[in-house]
């Protein structure tokens, strides 16, 4: 049994019941409450250690009543990795990474459409459909198949090809439409009605806020309860920023945080797709659709989010920043990064890892400061951006003292 008490809008406060499907009011999201002085009484620290190291372990913090209908593939915990040889690059003591390339379908999407397709299953959706710009796709055909879900994947042509193909692998209706993922997202829209199909949309149903909140429950708990002092999360739809903020008001409800200290978060987004940045450098709570939206961080490129203001109530609640990186810094920074630490860093990490080094020269960030990144997936997923610079091709037989030469 779950403790979920019921669902609110995070637009004017309006209570939804939970045991219902939902989907918006007023067009806007909706939070997941829960009976936070019962969780407190049925769940603690040392029973949630000896349960097995996956996001299903807060159970008293998530919303799935039955566990017989979750849709799981051993998601979580995921390593968060000391990063010395890039702070040093950076000029920071105490640089970590959250690597959440290592969750089964190569992105943090897996916690999110977990979440979602438990939900859709134990309320007895048939179908799922989602518009994607990348990872959640594969992500949400994953699961689906997983708890025998038909699904429907809708996704901009230019989506990475490794997206494409795994949504069809895994057994989804996949398509290609020609623009961007707002362009989908209308076709999931108009074709729901049609098709009987649930929408899985980012924040257009309740739940994938709950599993993506999981990454801020499992910080939490690597840090021996300790929250950083900088969270950096690269910002499309941005839900696992705000499931990471409302995780930690959660815990500091029912008391676990060892302080009253909270991450400052930043979100980071590039230049060529940078809505939340643009309305927050204007002092705005509601962002304006961006124009032209181009980035190779396919994650990023969401031209407008339906919860730009519950991004921008928690970068401003938490004292942070929405910034946006150069589009020609971010695929250099990926790259010399993994160079560096030996992980897969996405493209969309490589806008974190930019707008860190502006923050620094800046001196908003102290170089003794704990900060965490959030690498959201594995660069194996971007095969188009990873090999855009073709390898050298050894001469037979090979001039070994030309060979040294070259590589020194």
Request: hydrophobic content about 45%; glycine content about 10%; overall charge negative.
């Amino acid at each position: 049994m779950s403790y979920v008490t019921h669902l609110e809008s995070a637009i004017d406060g309006t209570h939804l019941p939970h045991g219902e499907l939902q989907t918006l009011h007023e067009g806007r999201p909706l939070w997941v409450r829960y009976d936070l002085e019962a969780v407190a009484a049925a769940m603690t620290k040392e029973s949630v250690a000896k349960r097995d190291p996956t996001m299903w372990r807060y159970q008293e913090l998530l919303p799935v009543d039955d566990d017989t209908k979750i849709a799981s593939l051993g998601e979580g915990m995921t390593p968060l990795l000391r990063c010395e040889r890039l702070g040093a690059a950076l000029g920071l003591n105490d640089l970590w990474v959250k690597d959440e390339s290592q969750l089964p379908t190569g992105s943090f999407k897996s916690r999110g459409l977990a979440m979602a397709v438990s939900r859709a299953n134990e309320l007895g959706v048939k179908s799922v459909a989602i518009p994607t710009a990348g990872n959640a796709g594969g992500a949400m055909a994953a699961y689906a198949a997983r708890v025998g879900l038909d699904a429907y994947v809708f996704m901009p042509a230019d989506t990475p090809i490794v997206n494409q193909y795994e949504a069809a692998y895994y057994g989804a209706e996949a398509f290609l439409v020609d623009g961007l993922i707002t362009d989908c997202g209308a076709i999931v829209r108009d074709g729901t009605p049609h098709m009987g199909w649930f929408d899985v949309s980012t924040l257009k149903e309740p739940y994938r806020i709950e599993g993506k909140k999981t990454m801020g429950l499992e910080l939490a708990e690597q840090s021996d309860w300790s929250l950083p002092d900088v969270i950096l999360y690269p910002t499309g739809g941005g839900t696992g920023l705000i499931g990471m903020w409302k995780a930690f008001a959660e815990l500091a409800e029912i008391g676990w945080l060892a302080d009253e200290r909270r991450p400052r978060m930043v979100s980071c987004q590039s230049d060529g797709c940078a809505p939340i940045s643009t309305a927050w450098s204007k002092g705005e709570r509601f962002a304006e659709p961006f124009p032209d939206a181009a980035t190779a961080a396919s994650g990023l490129r969401v031209p407008a989010a339906v919860g730009d203001f519950m991004i921008l109530d928690a970068v401003n609640e938490s004292g942070g920043q929405a910034r946006d990186c150069p589009e020609a810094f971010l695929l250099a920074w990926a790259r010399r990064a993994s160079a560096l630490e030996g992980i897969a860093f996405a493209p969309e990490t490589g806008a974190c890892i930019g707008v860190l080094e502006m923050l620094v020269e800046e001196k908003a960030i102290d170089p003794d400061e704990r900060v965490v990144i959030f690498n959201t997936g594995a660069a194996q997923k971007y095969v188009e951006v990873i090999g855009a610079e073709p390898l050298s091709t050894l001469p037979d037989p090979v001039d070994w003292a030309a060979f040294s030469a070259s590589t020194t």
